[in-house]
Structure formats: structure tokens, C-alpha cells
């Protein structure tokens, strides 16, 4: 470095940032071992705070503005310097400038799905994504708390944090909304802004806050989604006799050659039919039919059945054999049971001897 150069940059004349790219939040100013020249200009730029840092100790911020760096505008640092009757020659002290603009480039989704309980369906796991911003509000805080001495402190350095807190707090807010699954997408503005709002309460002790939160898709699972749609299209359908027509009119239409006219008879009589089967009132059900009565024979000594009641005879049913069925206390003479009466005397005598 030529001697000229040297010289000059023993101090530091201006301080300033120019921000020239979309993603810093934080930038240290680049003093190395150089020194602030005292009366030095300090100029902070609109969405800027300018704040001196002193052996690890934060002192003073500036607004947006330009500044003559005397120890009348620099209180906090006059007093950890000990500058205690004014001083003039330079110093050493770290100045970072923190961005206050709106930050819009961040994205949130739900990795695993949010189980809520809707009034209408029961417990739904939900899926949503959306974007929102985030603003500095307090550069002290925020240097303290996230950014530290990293000399750029980006977005990419404080996104994983930030999208912790929106999917942990993204379950309480869709539980506690009372807003119905169905209804969810005209309430997604109010829901954005009930996020925000407690998403900037939870970040304000590190010095951010959530101006713009939004959702900008709640899905439900496929299963619940193929449902939802068979159940709108029976709704589209409305009156089943209205449709019956449309059914007969599209088997006219498919219908070809003599059996147009058949095709619409058949198609028409099959859509009354299942009209009138889907209409009539559930009270006009027939009732169950009656359980069938099982019946059993004893033949020398063999149990045999179980039957039903016409097909005793077939089994072997005589006048001296034995029966029974549920109900009964013991095996019974066929002759002695007056419900086999009318089988007995339809039965054939025994063949006379050869």
C-alpha cells in the first residue's frame, strides 16, 4: 500500500451502508483496525438503525438520519469510554447497521399434518402452506438475542427458527378458531391475521415481529377429499326423478337402429323402478323374517337333523319316533306332540308284511 494510502485510512471518515442485496438483516461495518475519526459523519438510510457496539456492550442507536459522531449524540459510549469531559481524538468501536423493511420471502408448510376437531366431520388432519414477513422492531434486542457478532446475518440464518414457531403455533391457532373445515378458505384472511398477531408477541422478545401472515392453500386428506366430492355430486344430482330422465335421455342418445325405442322403454321403466324403490319411506321396510323352527328325530338309537318341520317326514318321521327342538324338556313320542300332528296323518302306514 503506497504511504498516501496508508495515511488515509488510518481513519474513518464516514460511516454508511448501501445495501446491495435482498436477504441481510444485520451488517457490520467493516472497520477492521482502522479507527472513527471524532466529528466523523454517520449516515443512516431510510428502513436502517445504526448501533455502536463497545467491547461487547451495546451502546447507542440511530434513526434514520446524518450525524456528526461527537460525545454529545454518543451519551451511552461517552460513558463506557469514560469520556467523562468531552473527547476528541479517535476511537475503536463497532457499528452495525440492522435493516427495518419488510422481509417477504418467507415460506411455511405443515410437514405432518394438524389434527383439529371440526363440528361437522369430527377429527380432520388438515395440511396448509402459505408465506408471510418479518420486520425488525427492536435492533438492540435483536443483536442480543439472534444476530450476535456475525458480521451478515441473513434471513437463511434465522428461517428455521422462525418456521418452528409458525408450525408450532399453527395448531393451536387452526383448533381454537372455530371456523368449520368447509368454511376454512373464506376465513383464511382473519385466520392470517390471528397468526400474526400472536406469532409477533411470541418473536417481540427477540426483537421481530410478523406484520403479513397467509395461508394460501388447507388441504384435506385424499381419502376425506374423494368423499367430500362423491357427497357434492349427489347434491349436484338434486331430484332423483329429474335424473332418471336425464339417464333415459342419454340411453336415447347411445341407442342405435330398432332398438331405440326398446333402449328408451327399458331404460325408462329401470329408472321408475329405482325411483320408487329410493323413495319409499324407510317406515314401509319389511320386517326380518322368523328364525326356522330345527328339529331332530331319534331312530333306533341314531339322532338324526337337524330339520325343519316339513322335512321330518323325509327323515324318517313315524308315530313311535322320537323328536325334539329347542324348548323342549326331553325327547318326546312324535304322536305325543299335537305340532306334528298334521304330518303324522299325511305319513303313509307301513307296508304288510311279504
Known sequence: MALFD??????IDIVEWLDDSRDT???RFPRYENEIKMGARLVVRESQVAVFVNEGQIADAFTPGTYTLETQNLPILSTLKGWKYGFHSPFKAEVYFVSTRQFTDFKWGTQNPVMVRDPEFGPVRLRAFGAY???VIDARLLIQELAGTDPQFRTEEVEGYLRQMVVG?????????NVPVLDMAANQHAMGQQLAEV??????????????FSFENISLPPEVEQ????????????????YTKFQAANALENAGGAGEGMGLGLGIAAGQQMAAALSQPSGQVPPPLPPQEQW????????????????LAAGGLTPDALVWKAGMAQWTAARDV????ALLNSTPPPLPPA
Open 6 to 11: 496508508k495515511i488515509r485510512g488510518e481513519f
Open 25 to 27: 438483516i444485520v451488517w
Open 133 to 135: 414477513s418479518v420486520q
Open 169 to 177: 403455533r399453527l395448531a393451536g391457532a387452526l383448533g381454537t378458531a
Open 199 to 212: 406469532l409477533s408477541a411470541d418473536l417481540a422478545k427477540v426483537g421481530l415481529t410478523v406484520p403479513n
Open 227 to 242: 368423499a367430500l366430492d362423491k357427497r357434492t355430486s349427489m347434491g349436484i344430482v338434486g331430484d332423483l326423478n329429474a
Open 296 to 311: 331332530f328325530l331319534g331312530v333306533g338309537g341314531e339322532r338324526r337333523g337337524p330339520f325343519d318341520r316339513q322335512a
Open 338 to 341: 299335537p305340532e306334528l300332528a
